[in-house]
């Protein structure tokens, strides 16, 4: 068994990833920590956990070195860089669900969030992408998971930028429910906030774009234009993108090349033709599910679909995990999606 | 593994059911039925189901006896009892969802729904609530599931009733998410005839009165009145009853009667006191929350709350069925409750 | 026209106040307060106003005595009674939408609140709930508007208890929509935590429960039980009211009752027999919309439905200053409820 | 005062037009018809008119020429010009609702929908976008009123056609709520089919692209690309619109421009710099609210919101009346949007 634990357990990162893990067949979570919510039992604060996971939680600040096989971090961005650096080892390994090992190129990141203050962790860091990346995540030691609207947006294109098929600008519309904003209590979260509404935010300055314009550069020199959206839901993401091919293909050649290329891929699903992705269809699994129309002038549309706490986060992370590792893939993330 | 069928497998229930069994470590789902959809596969009626079950439905109407160890009827009230003649055998267990099995008294049934048409069959039917019957359903071969509202009533009151403890009028405020009414199409579940509004329904009329009524009648003479309430929302029942107790209790010596009661229960868990269930905690687990106050006087209210799909349907056939077959009675129904 | 305040203008009520009067044709909005926003437009804060009242906010601190006819007071309990202190004078009128000047009986306010510091005040405060207390309300300088559980629950039983006809128990089962928690930003208002989810609160300790009690007990001595509940939506409350009648009567009979007893007022709307009210038939309007049923053995069941913001506070505060100053008790509050 | 007729008055446009109504202080709504609930009380059918508007609702087939100075059609796309031919005459106003009239070319109507009917009458008929064709609108006896998605998008990018300052695709990526879907009895409009879940439909394929596209094309040669996407919830459509300008101009310039187009329309609201509008801040008004961004390289992002049963049906219809009739273009039309 893997001993497993969980840094900054209380937000909804952290509480999803208790719910898969407590099923999953070779993991035992033997650490939770909370500042906020320290010396309580984690069943208190979620009742849903009663009778199933009762661990109280520890201070996050205190010292957990050499405790754990796997860490996750759930810790805000910017901040968590530092725990990591007193975590790292050669026997364990790191999965930080922040943005803070995302990025490569350290000047990206400090241009969006703030200096980063290990870059020589960043330099071993892989960004924990399975569907393009499963190679180096094998192995690794520490794991930058992805961004929840970038998984969404960079499988959508990913089969198209690899065989440099696109041209012109990529505009990609995102709309993700409103867990994705946390747990923290602030206005735009409230209930009477986002009930019965529906806004574009952050538009042109959300810091997710540099995360998918990094990607695309190692493909293709194309501008990404990315809105975000807050949905009046709990859960899942949509994005639709558009863009353009160099040449005009077919709908079905299109189809063709995405089931081919996620081909041994467990969690990526491509749709019929004629039939799109409901976030309803992903939503509680860690699949993402992707379905696109093309026309006959070379214009093309693509619609994705993932759950932003699964495989936005927590499920993805430990398919990161189980990768990494070099166990099977799929392992605790088998629930199907739940409906209605 | 055990050959299970699904009659009826478009509607929420059987969709539900579907979701829970294809985890089911003894259980292999091969047949799957419906009279909309037949000869299409259920994975594209429901896409959630791509790639983790893509069976082909195939007529209701067919006759499917001697085909499955178990059988789950997910028919209409009324028309259930006619396919379940047709199956019935001393080889299967047969685990009907509608009502046409949950009435001992034939004359409750005949008055409350439409005249029996198996009256045999339904004096051999156990009512399947486990909490209360388990020994009547061991080795039992056609089970009456019992209705999601009376499932959420009666494991509120049974402990009280069991000990005679009530007395003077039992009033059940109940209210429901959308799913309860199903995937039929009618102007009454449409998303903007329900979404940002409130409503009671049936007041005085609905038909698991009766069913909770009889159940009351075993242990005590009291006058049940259940109101039952339609909630914005996919999933979830919360039961508010008020009562009275025949000599005050602290609230605590009645919690710990409901502890010892339950206490072999893997899916009745008790609050603490000063703790209330919320529908969010039981929501696709099979778990009822059960939490109360009582006060000076005598006067008592209990709160519970279940899945109405899980607990108060799907979920509590499986556990019949894991019970009636004699394997482990939570295998299938480990999925801890989703939040958020 | 009538130079009216509003001190404390950006939490819920305040906006439906202002949304509400910017069409009364016999008022101007000249004075709206809050500390948080001081300095900046209201429209700046809420968009919706843009280009319809685009008033600048000043500090609520500040002293606003003699500036307006009429002033409403939308300010937390127990906050409240200090501001009328200093704006009390007798040539305007206070609305005060707070609980501080709803108790008669002091020592009730001080066992649920706190010490009240202007008992004086007190005194001459008139309960604003103008279905009972009109004569009274006609001419008051100083006005406690009720709570919008009480206003809800009050309304559905006022003409039983008139009459001295209940007997027993008054259990009151409420659901109210989230915009009765106000703007704060708590963790259980978050969408996340409240969507897709249902729950009581405040079992058995809701503060509204003596300020219903209090009015129970001017006509008969009944014990109430009142248990709130949160629903997933933004507006509306609906209360289900279990009791006995001393007598058996038709329901026909007490819903003549009702229309008698409502007969001059114009925002109580009672149901046909066999009709229950729906939170979004009163949605945006002051309206209270009341059905009921009785049966054989004397129970009684009924069903009170109004908008939380409006009658429940906002609504009633412009009907209750309508009255008060002598002018068409209707004016400003004629929008329909608005559906879907 | 106006004698109105609404010719299918029990789907949510007829509802709309009749709650907006019965306040404006120049009209009497003196026939509503409906074939499904004919002879009944509209306020039996929806109970939010109790006290309000309590006329019976005659069938709509039956002949109601010269009864009314005004005639709302509210019937679906292909029947209505069928009952617009029967109604037109040189004394009432037609204003229709449905697609029939908004083709000032039948070849697109044709291809889009079917053979017209009444190829005279479509001749004569405006395209009822007020602040388009305001000077066509006055006087006129039949007028078309728009579609919702294209009333969205059309207003976002009118003054950029206009100046001709466009260049490439024009993407259309549009969110409405599920009104906008009808009251009729459909799978994919129930609660469970929609609420917690988001996602595309008609992509590629929706009959309201050509009716953008045809606007578009008055201007300049740019191809548009549309897609709609299903909200959970009520009402509201927001669209983002992508798409390049000719020269790069700064986001204030573009902004100026936009105020200057519309400085007279009172229903159009151009949001500030960095501001951007959310469908809560429109709902239940008449307003069309349009905020901006554009970037060095050209590339803009418009974000434009309304209430799809008000400024994208009902309250367009009444706005256009009142233009047609040459009476205050707002009238019955100033209630401000309600929040939350």
Known sequence: MLNVGIIGATGYTGVALISLLINHPLVKITLVTSNTYKGKRISDIFPLFRGLFEETLVPTDDDHGDKCD???????????????????????VLIDLSADFRFEDLSIYEKTYIKHIAPELAK???????????????????????????????LAFYPLLKEGLLSGDIFIDSKSGVSGAGRDTKIGSLFCEVSEGFRAYNVGLHRHEPEIQKEVNKYQDLQVMFTPHLLPMNRGI????????????????????????????????????????????????????????TFEDGRIVIISTIDNLIKGASGQAIQNMNVAIGIEETLGLKTPPQYP
Chains 1, 2, 3, 4 share one sequence.
């Not at 796997?70 to 910017?78: A, D, I, N, R, T």
């Not at 990346?133 to 998984?151: E, F, L, M, Q, S």
């Open 70 to 92: 796997v860490y996750f971090l759930c810790l805000p961005h910017g901040t968590s860089m530092a725990t990591a650096k007193t975590l790292f080892n050669d026997k364990s």
């Open 124 to 154: 071993q860091a892989v960004f924990g992408l399975p569907e393009l990346y499963k190679d180096k995540i094998r192995g690794a030691k520490i794991i930058g998971n992805p961004g929840c609207y970038p998984t969404s947006a960079i």
């Open 238 to 293: 949509l994005s639709t993108t558009y863009s353009r091919l160099k040449n005009p293909y077919k709908t079905s050649d299109i189809l063709d090349l995405f089931k081919k290329t996620y081909k041994d891929e467990p969690f990526v699903r491509i749709m019929d033709e004629g039939v799109y992705p409901d976030t309803r269809f992903t939503r509680f699994s860690n699949f993402c599910d992707i379905g696109l129309k």
